[in-house]
């Protein structure tokens, strides 16, 4: 604990210095750093249960039920972040899941993209959406015990949780978002590209609105500003998302734009 302290108080100070995040619940409600721990824990609680995420259940006979654990992170901005995650590695084909296929923008297009926003001009918005899998609807019958610190989730008494929505660390998870991100983009006007289907196009009379995603991360490129923050807008109706402005950071990716000259640059 005392060296805990001394790297809470060093990267308060020191913002190179990294702090490494907890390896469990019981472990980072220990930590001097733990009011921020617990937060982050209430902030994806909260998350799950606004989504109706699961309901507290008795295991039937002949189920099982995966593990779970909650994955700690310091965010680059300082942002102490918690996320819980299924043991979908003790998930079995054919039972727990079906397909799992989910497409992502590649590299390749992101570095195109931003490229075609040099050259003309475009405006460029970056946005990420907020637990974006639970946005998703599970299909197949699914169980968790809750992870070591959080058994009163499942009411005790050896109580489980019935996922209805697709968790993280869920094999489908990834397929079951994409499935109701591809829904909602089409039913208001969007068209898949035919090269990169994590790229969506919206044609409208005077112009042409272009949208990249990577899971829960977004990329908007418009031809004026008022275009960009609109299409932002939509999203925002059909999702919850954290606005993020004109990109800097994407997918590890460092833009820096000088508009005088026209120039985009990435490392």
């Known amino acids: ?3 805990q302290r001394l790297e809470v108080a060093a990267a308060a100070t020191s913002p190179c ?3 490494q995040p907890p390896s469990s619940v019981p472990e980072a409600l220990e930590r001097p750093d733990a009011a921020k721990w617990q937060q982050a824990i209430d902030d994806e609680l909260q998350s799950c249960r606004s989504f109706d995420t699961w309901e ?3 295991l039937p006979d002949g189920k099982h039920a995966l593990p779970s654990r909650m994955l700690f992170d310091i965010k680059r901005d ?3 972040k918690a996320r819980l995650v299924a043991g979908g590695h003790r998930q079995r084909p054919g039972v727990d899941f079906g397909e799992t296929f989910a497409p992502v923008c590649s590299y390749r297009s992101v570095r195109i993209m931003l490229a075609i926003a040099a050259h003309e001009g475009l405006e460029l918005r970056q946005f990420d959406i907020r637990t974006a899998f639970l946005n998703g609807w599970l299909e197949e019958e699914v169980y968790m015990r809750p992870p070591q610190g959080l058994e009163w989730l499942a009411r005790g008494n050896g109580g489980v949780l019935k996922l209805k929505r697709p968790l993280y660390g869920l094999r489908q998870a990834p397929r079951a978002w994409n499935k109701r991100l591809e829904a909602e983009l089409s039913s208001r006007g969007f068209q898949q590209s035919d090269a990169d289907p994590a790229l969506w196009i919206l044609r409208r009379i005077s112009s042409t609105v272009l949208a990249m995603f990577y899971v829960d991360d977004g990329l908007v490129a418009a031809r004026t500003g008022r275009e960009a923050d609109a299409l932002v807008e939509l999203v925002s109706t059909m999702f ?3 606005v993020l402005g004109e990109p800097k950071d994407f997918l590890g990716i460092e833009i820096n734009r000088d508009r005088a000259a026209g120039i985009i640059t990435i490392t």
């Open 1 to 3: 604990v005392d060296i």
């Open 17 to 19: 210095l990294v702090v």
């Open 56 to 58: 507290a259940v008795q």
């Open 78 to 80: 300082g942002r102490y």
């Open 240 to 242: 919850e998302i954290r």
